[in-house]
Antibody, heavy 119, light 112 residues
Framework: QVQLQESGPGLVKPSETLSLSCTVS????????WSWIRQPAGKGLEWIGR???????HYNPSLKSRVTMLIDTSKSQFSLKLSSVTAADTAVYYC?????????????WGQGTLVTVSS | QSALTQPASVSGSPGQSITISCTGT?????????VSWYQQHPGKAPKLMIY???NRPSGVPDRFSGSKSGNTASLTLSGLQAEDEADYYC????????????FGGGTKLTVL
């Protein structure tokens, strides 16, 4: 059973960079896409982007200029960096396994971590 | 405004059936059978309930079923139970090269 766990600061100041990690356990990270998805309080889901085992990435164009995703399979981790954050970036951030190219679903999710942008 | 359109809320009594619609375009729902549905209880992560329009992952009750007609997909819950009360999100693969996946805005299901 694949399990994912997000970690990182819960509070980030405006204009700074949000940094989160996702640790994967119970399965291999090989030949798989991994994604970040966020959800502002009381609102819907927003796909942030995906990263493949090789390190290739694809980002939501609405966030592309501020997003960087990296992967370290030796540590079973992938990460998200979102720069120049504002209050609008306050949300619960989820990491998930993305079966892109096959059935195109997010089949395993982390529990989510709340990130608040505030001074 | 979400790319896929869902009703904000639906409700039903225990034992009844309800249907949640999800409307897209000919570039997403209408073009591919990669429609999925997620259930989200308050404070929890979304859970995959339906994939490829009609398929249920292992462990999902057969009270949950999916369908599609044209650019609109639907999730039907039969024999409503109290624990079905949650938010439901549809999702679809899209041919838009700049986006891989679209989500609906979510539907709040209330079991009366």
């Amino acid at each position: 059973q694949v399990q994912l766990q997000e970690s990182g600061p819960g509070l980030v100041k405006p204009s700074e960079t949000l940094s989160l990690s996702c640790t994967v356990s119970g399965g291999s990270m090989s030949r798989t896409h991994w994604s970040w998805i966020r959800q502002p309080a009381g609102k819907g889901l927003e796909w942030i982007g995906r990263i493949y085992t090789s390190g290739s990435t694809h980002y939501n164009p609405s966030l592309k200029s501020r997003v960087t995703m990296l992967i370290d399979t030796s540590k079973s981790q992938f990460s998200l960096k979102l720069s120049s954050v504002t209050a609008a970036d306050t949300a619960v951030y989820y990491c998930a396994r993305f079966t892109y190219g096959s059935v195109n679903v997010f089949d395993y999710w982390g529990q989510g971590t709340l990130v608040t942008v505030s001074s | 405004q979400s790319a896929l359109t869902q009703p904000a809320s639906v409700s039903g009594s225990p034992g009844q059936s309800i249907t949640i619609s999800c409307t897209g375009t000919s570039s997403d729902i209408g073009a591919y059978n990669y429609v999925s549905w997620y259930q989200q209880h308050p404070g929890k992560a979304p859970k995959l309930m339906i994939y490829e329009v009609t398929n249920r992952p292992s462990g999902v009750p057969d009270r949950f079923s999916g369908s599609k007609s044209g650019n609109t997909a639907s999730l039907t819950l039969s024999g409503l139970q109290a624990e079905d009360e949650a938010d439901y999100y549809c999702s679809s693969y899209t041919s838009n090269s700049t986006l891989n996946v679209l989500f609906g805005g979510g539907t709040k299901l209330t079991v009366l």
